[in-house]
Structures are given as structure tokens and as C-alpha cells.
């Protein structure tokens, strides 16, 4: 009988040493930790091969394959234990008895839309359905945008009308979504039309009907021929959509330097049904819907020659179609954050 070369003695006695080892193994980290030991990089069964030139050379070849049968066995023996240990554990957590695999789940609380998106949603539904594009302009705009482009120049005094929240840039928030009107003249060529929704943010004092940070959905419809009449029919066609029911509007001339002529719109409080409470400040209507025709001046800064163009814009408040919607009696709820009020909706 030939003896066996030492290498393959020492090769074999490895075998036994590392399977004594991955079999006392008791826990995943243990098994990680050898399995890095044995065949890691720097391991003991990938060092074998750096012994390649100590060996016979007629013997190199069976050496090499050796290591490797020796490397392929003891991954084959760490990866039969890692399966043992992995499923012991799983046994051992399901008979904790803490643990019911069988519990029904509790129920999730989800959120849902705030009733302004819901409302905002139903509006840009009803408008692009119409043709008008939804365009979205930004809070922070420059002085011209918000107000010399639509006619109310520094020394105006409906500059007053909306107190304004200054950025010390010289820019501000914007009073009203009207700011994007001059800013649609220049994106898209006449005709066309569009909505801008967004908030707005005055510096006021609040009440019932009044917040600093509210919504408008402005609306603009640019074209060779607008009529009030085509104005009014749209803005009656919105709130009849919008509160899926006749309410009672009234019509009156309103002042705003960017449209001529100018309108006001009310619509019979819906908190009250008339009768006068805190959201109409007891006068049984509320201010929801200014329109109007668009000023030749705004036309011109839009880069539109009045002589041909025309257009009718309207800056609804948002945050009161709500209030009258769902009859919501303060308009500080909206924006309040308090989960009692919103998880009605
Ligand atoms: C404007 O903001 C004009 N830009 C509207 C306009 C657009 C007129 C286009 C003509 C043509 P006014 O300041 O009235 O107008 O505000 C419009 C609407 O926003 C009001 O009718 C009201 O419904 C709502 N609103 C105004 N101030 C507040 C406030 N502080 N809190 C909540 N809603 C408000």
C-alpha cells in the first residue's frame, strides 16, 4: 500500500477539523464568523494555494484539486448547518407564545383627500372637460406680477385691499391667485384658456370667513369674442356642479382694477341657510366668486392688443366653496390640522 503525501493527510485531517467545527456551530453568527474563517478571502482553505510551490511538482495538480474539493465541501457542510439553524429558529418563534401566526390584523387607518383637494379636484374635472388647461404657478411672486401687471400700480390704493407678506428679497407672497394671469398671456398663444389653483397668503386677521393662508382657483379665458354673459352662464354651471344642488347667488358690481366691468358674486350662506351666522358675519351671503371682464391694461401686459383680444377671469375662493359645500362654519378648520374636524370628510 502506497502511503498518502503529507499534504493530502494534512488536507483530510482539515475535513474532519472544519466539519467538527460547522457541526458545534450554534447559532447564525457563529456559522458566519467560521464560514469567514474557512473561506473568506483571507481564510484558511484559499491560503492552501499559496503552498502550491512547496509541493512535488509531479503532485501540484491533484493538490489544486484537492483544496478545491476540500472548499466546495465546506461550503456544501456551512450551507446544510445555515438551513438546520435557520429552521430551529423559526420553530423556536413560533412556539413563543407571544407570537399568533393565526391573529386577525387590525384594521389600518388610512388617510383620505382633504376635503380643499376633493373640491380642487372636482373643479379641474370640470374645467378640463371644458378645454381650459390646470396651471400651477409659484406662492413666491415679484411685485409686478402680483400687482403692477394688473393695473394696480405702488401708488393705487387697492394695493391695500390685500395686505401683503414682503420677502426681504423685495419679492412676496402671493395675495391672490390673479398673479398668474399676466404670466398665462405670455406662456400660450391666444386663444386659450385655463384655471390656477393654489394658495394665497394675506396679512390680515382672521376670523370665521378670513385666514392669512387660503385657497382661490383663479380662472382665464382669453379669445377674439367673450361676453359677461358666457361669464355668468360659466360661473352658475361651476357652483351648480360643484354643490350638486340650486343655490341662490346674487350679482353685484365689484371693484377690482384688472377687470372692467367688474362683478361680485354671493351665493346664500349654506351654514345658515340665510338666516345669518358667524361664517356670514350674520348677513346671510357670503363673498365666493369675483369676475369680471379682463382690463385692456392686463391684455397689454400680457402682450395681447385689446383691439383683437378679449378675456373674462374669475378668482374663486376656494377655501369658502368648501366651508359652503360641507357646511363648515369657521374657515380656520381647514387649515387647522385638528384630525376630529378632517377624519369627517
Ligand atoms: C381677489 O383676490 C381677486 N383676485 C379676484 C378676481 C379675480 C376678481 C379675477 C376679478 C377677476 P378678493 O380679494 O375679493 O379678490 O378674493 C377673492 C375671493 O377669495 C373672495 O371672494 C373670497 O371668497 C376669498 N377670500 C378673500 N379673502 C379671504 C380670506 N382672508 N380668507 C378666505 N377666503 C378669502
Avoid at 25 to 41: D, F, N, P
Avoid at 54 to 76: C, E, M, S, T
Wanted: charged share 20%.
Amino acid at each position: 500500500m502506497s502511503e498518502l503525501p503529507d499534504w493530502q493527510i494534512e488536507i483530510d485531517q482539515a475535513a474532519i477539523r472544519w466539519q467538527a467545527e460547522i457541526d458545534d456551530a450554534a447559532a447564525l453568527e457563529a456559522l458566519r464568523s467560521l464560514e469567514v474563517r474557512a473561506l473568506g478571502k483571507a481564510g484558511e482553505i484559499p491560503g492552501l494555494m499559496k503552498r502550491i510551490p512547496q509541493i512535488p511538482p509531479q503532485d501540484r495538480k491533484a493538490f489544486g484539486q484537492a483544496v478545491n474539493a476540500l472548499q466546495a465541501h465546506v461550503a456544501a457542510t456551512i450551507e446544510a448547518r445555515r438551513q438546520v439553524l435557520v429552521e430551529a429558529l423559526i420553530a423556536a418563534e413560533l412556539q413563543d407564545a407571544t407570537f399568533d401566526p393565526a391573529a386577525v390584523a387590525l384594521p389600518l387607518k388610512l388617510g383620505h383627500p382633504h376635503p380643499l383637494s376633493t373640491v380642487q379636484a372636482d373643479i379641474e374635472a370640470i374645467f378640463t372637460s371644458m378645454g381650459f388647461h390646470v396651471l400651477d404657478y409659484p406662492e413666491i411672486e415679484s411685485e409686478f406680477d402680483n400687482f403692477e401687471a394688473l393695473n394696480i400700480p405702488g401708488w393705487h390704493p387697492a394695493r391695500e385691499m390685500q395686505d401683503t407678506f414682503w420677502l426681504e428679497s423685495g419679492h412676496l407672497l402671493r395675495t391672490h391667485t390673479s398673479a398668474g394671469q399676466v404670466r398665462a398671456m405670455h406662456q400660450f398663444p391666444a386663444p386659450f384658456r385655463a384655471i390656477f389653483p393654489g394658495k394665497v397668503y394675506r396679512y390680515e386677521a382672521t376670523d370665521a370667513s378670513h385666514e392669512h393662508t387660503f385657497h382661490q382657483v383663479e380662472g382665464l379665458m382669453i379669445d377674439r369674442k367673450v361676453s359677461v354673459g358666457h361669464l355668468l352662464d360659466s360661473m352658475r354651471t361651476l357652483l351648480s356642479a360643484i354643490l350638486q344642488r340650486e343655490v341662490e347667488i346674487r350679482l353685484r358690481p365689484g371693484y377690482f382694477p384688472f377687470v372692467e366691468p367688474g362683478f361680485e358674486l354671493d351665493i346664500r350662506c349654506q351654514v345658515c341657510a340665510g338666516d345669518g351666522c358667524s361664517a356670514c358675519k350674520r348677513r346671510g351671503w357670503l363673498e365666493l366668486l369675483p369676475c369680471g371682464l379682463v382690463h385692456p391694461n392686463v391684455l397689454r401686459a400680457g402682450g395681447l392688443d385689446p383691439e383683437e383680444w378679449q378675456g373674462w377671469a374669475f378668482g374663486l375662493g376656494l377655501s369658502r366653496l368648501v366651508m359652503m359645500r360641507y357646511g363648515v362654519p369657521d374657515v380656520r378648520l381647514l387649515m387647522g390640522g385638528d384630525l376630529r374636524f378632517l377624519s369627517q370628510f
